[in-house]
Every structure is written in structure tokens, then in C-alpha cells.
């Protein structure tokens, strides 16, 4: 059983540049957080997919946006890139479960490092 | 709004020997989940060791254990036996539960992470 796969592994772009991640959830998982991490710090969380929707977000401007497809995988994409975009992202997926007070492990990708000069 | 604050960049420990590492946070919910996760140099974010606020006992899991003082919103992990392995860099994570259907798992709030070196 594969986990969750992101590609690419690293990237180059330049200021300006827009760039597309990818993430394939973990068999049987039906959403997807994003994460970025920049260098020694910890993960910030972008926002989460679930039934091709956007349900969460976190504190990230307008150039972050994602897609999700019916086969539950999911795309980040960046506009205008920034040096401060350079990071590591991470892609976590996890399956709905009905009760609400329940939680559900997310398993993580191991990530795309982005580079932008 | 929640934090997570990790107070040791950086710690080592003797192959073998117990190590502890700190966590505490800052939340006005009452029901909350707590994590610690290890990424090692591969970059691949494992999940160690999990907590449920609602459980009074603390979480093990092998060589792993958690200290869990809710009151003073402290969560620390102790590695016994550490292995060379263990080397990584470990994080601290705290989660609000969900509270409707309109999306699964609430987001993960980090700390900022303690390096763990484990020295032969």
C-alpha cells in the first residue's frame, strides 16, 4: 500500500513564476491538508480539501490556492512567487470519520522542497 | 488563538539513555488532542506519540511516553532506551477536535521543533 506521494521532489523557480505541487493521498483517504514549512521552523497550515471543496484555511494570501479531484488527489498552486515562499511542502491526507469528537491520524508526504531565486 | 511553544532548539542524548523533551501550549478549549511528530532527515513527518485531553492517563507507545499536565498545559515526551534512529527532529502539535461535517480533521498548530541528536 503506497502513502501519500508528492511530487515533484525539489524545485527551482524564480521570482514571478507560478508553480503546481502534487499529492496523492494514502489508499482509502478522502482529504488533503497543506503545509509549508520553511526552513527551521515548524509546518504552517495552508488549508485542507475534502469532496473537491476547500473546508479550512489558514493565514496565507490569495496566490495559495489547491484543487482536489474526484479521485481525492490534490494539487497546491502558487502565483507570483515570492523569496518567501521558498519552503518544504507538505501534503497530508486522512479519511472522514462520522463522529465529530473523533480524530483521525494524517499521514504526510514527504514533502517538495521549493526553491525561488 | 492556540500556540505551541517549544523551549530547546537543540538537544542530545547518549545512545541508550533517556532523554526528555518540552511542549507547552496555550488554548482556552477544554477538549483538544496533543502530538508529537519526528522528522527525520528524510523530511517524512512521522507521527510518534498521541494524546486526548479528555484522558487523564498518559499516552506510551514503546520506548516513547508523554508526561500530559493539562492544567498547566504542559506535554512533554521522554525517549528511553534512545537509539541512534531517534536522531530527527521532533514536534510538538496540538489540535482542536472537529466540531461539524463540513470538513474531517481540524489543521495541526506547530511548535517551531528541538533537534534531537543521539550520540553513539
Known amino acids: 500500500d503506497a502513502g501519500v506521494t508528492q511530487s515533484p521532489t525539489h524545485l527551482i523557480k524564480t521570482r514571478g513564476q507560478q508553480v503546481t505541487l502534487r499529492c496523492s493521498p494514502k489508499?482509502?483517504?478522502?482529504?488533503v491538508s497543506w503545509y509549508q514549512q520553511a526552513l527551521g521552523q515548524g509546518p504552517q497550515f495552508i488549508f485542507q480539501?475534502?469532496?473537491?471543496?476547500?473546508?479550512q484555511r489558514g493565514n496565507f494570501p490569495d496566490r495559495f490556492s489547491g484543487h482536489q479531484f474526484p479521485n481525492y488527489s490534490s494539487e497546491l498552486n502558487v502565483n507570483a512567487l515570492l523569496l518567501g515562499d521558498s519552503a518544504l511542502y507538505l501534503c497530508?491526507?486522512?479519511?472522514?470519520?462520522?463522529?465529530?469528537?473523533?480524530?483521525?491520524?494524517?499521514?504526510f508526504g514527504p514533502g517538495t522542497r521549493l526553491t525561488v531565486l | 488563538a492556540q500556540t505551541v511553544t517549544q523551549s530547546q532548539p537543540e538537544m542530545s542524548v547518549q545512545e541508550a539513555e533517556t532523554v526528555t523533551l518540552s511542549c507547552t501550549y496555550d488554548?482556552?478549549?477544554?477538549?483538544?488532542?496533543l502530538f508529537w511528530y519526528k522528522q527525520p532527515p528524510s523530511r517524512q513527518m512521522i507521527l510518534v506519540i498521541r494524546?486526548?485531553?479528555?484522558k487523564q492517563q498518559n499516552a506510551t507507545e514503546n520506548r516513547f511516553s508523554v508526561n500530559f499536565q493539562k492544567a498547566a498545559k504542559s506535554f512533554s515526551l521522554k525517549i528511553s532506551d534512545s537509539q541512534l534512529g531517534d536522531t530527527a527532529m521532533y514536534f510538538c502539535?496540538?489540535?482542536?477536535?472537529?466540531?461539524?461535517?463540513?470538513?474531517?480533521?481540524?489543521?495541526?498548530?506547530w511548535g517551531l521543533g528541538t533537534s534531537l541528536a543521539v550520540n553513539p
Open positions: 502539535a496540538f489540535m482542536k477536535p472537529r466540531t461539524s461535517n463540513a470538513g474531517n480533521n481540524r489543521k495541526l498548530i
Open positions: 489508499s482509502g483517504h478522502d482529504t
Open positions: 494524546q486526548e485531553a479528555y
Open positions: 480539501y475534502y469532496e473537491e471543496e476547500e473546508r
Open positions: 488554548t482556552s478549549e477544554n477538549n483538544y488532542y
Open positions: 497530508a491526507s486522512s479519511f472522514i470519520i462520522p463522529r465529530l469528537s473523533s480524530y483521525n491520524e494524517q499521514f
